[in-house]
């Protein structure tokens, strides 16, 4: 229905498996990358102190470091292919949870069930866990959509800019790229924006769902 790409491969096939490419690709590093993220804001929040100060100086060192230069500066000594790229993208991606899940930690570690809890000599684990954890997911899961969205994003740009998946392999990025070079065949870049947007656009619609979901203001309301 698509027609071809500029090497008779068949344009809805490719926008087929690119897709799965790129929602695989999503869904595995906001997982990943919210574990890590919960983990070690449950940590800095809970425990506060210098171990939160410590932690915080360590993000901010470790966020200045430019992802796309990195990146450009190991293409030249390792091939890229899926895990690649999800393992260096991970490296960067966690620290978005930090925030969310430490002001939670921060906020609930004071209230008076945790004190009840410290002073019946519930272990801090335990605490963590099963009394404030609960009450951070629902802020974790409100940010996961947005998350999910900037990490295609994120592979749909490198694939773009030739740095991303393997030369030949389908994704989104890569039929943009070909769209790019053959203007003389408006669908191959129209088909691609028009995915990417719709595909964009609804994981915004969800997670703004799912965020006025979660507020509370609406369900006392």
């Given amino acids: ?14 926008v ?26 449950a940590i800095q929040g809970y425990f506060g102190g ?11 060192v470790w966020s200045s470091i430019p992802t796309l230069f990195l990146l450009i500066i190991l293409i030249s000594v390792v091939e890229p292919n899926f895990w690649w790229l999800l393992g260096l993208m991970l490296l960067f991606s966690w620290m978005g949870f930090v925030g969310v899940v430490r002001a939670e930690f921060l906020r609930a570690r004071n209230f008076e069930y945790v004190r009840a809890a410290r002073a019946l000599g519930v272990s801090d684990a335990v605490i963590i866990v099963r009394h404030v954890l609960p009450n951070a997911m629902v802020a974790t899961i409100t940010f996961m959509p947005f998350t999910l969205a900037g990490s295609v ?11 991303g998946l393997p030369p030949g392999s389908a994704s989104l990025g890569e039929l943009l ?3 790019k070079a053959n203007l ?9 924006f ?3 947007g719709l595909m964009l656009s609804l994981l915004i619609f969800v997670g703004e769902a799912v965020r006025d979901a979660f507020d509370p203001r609406k369900n006392v309301a």
């Fill in 1 to 14: 229905w698509l027609g071809t790409d500029d090497q008779a491969r068949d344009v809805i096939a490719r």
């Fill in 16 to 41: 087929i498996y690119g897709f799965r490419i790129s929602v695989l690709f999503g869904f595995a590093l906001t997982i990943v990358s919210a574990i890590i993220g919960v983990a070690a804001g």
């Fill in 50 to 60: 210098w171990l939160d100060l410590a932690f915080q100086r360590f993000i901010e």
């Fill in 153 to 163: 994003t994120a592979l749909t740009a490198l694939d773009f800019l030739g740095i």
């Fill in 177 to 179: 790229g070909q769209g």
């Fill in 184 to 192: 003389q065949a408006p669908w191959l870049g129209l088909t691609g």
């Fill in 194 to 196: 028009l995915v990417i």
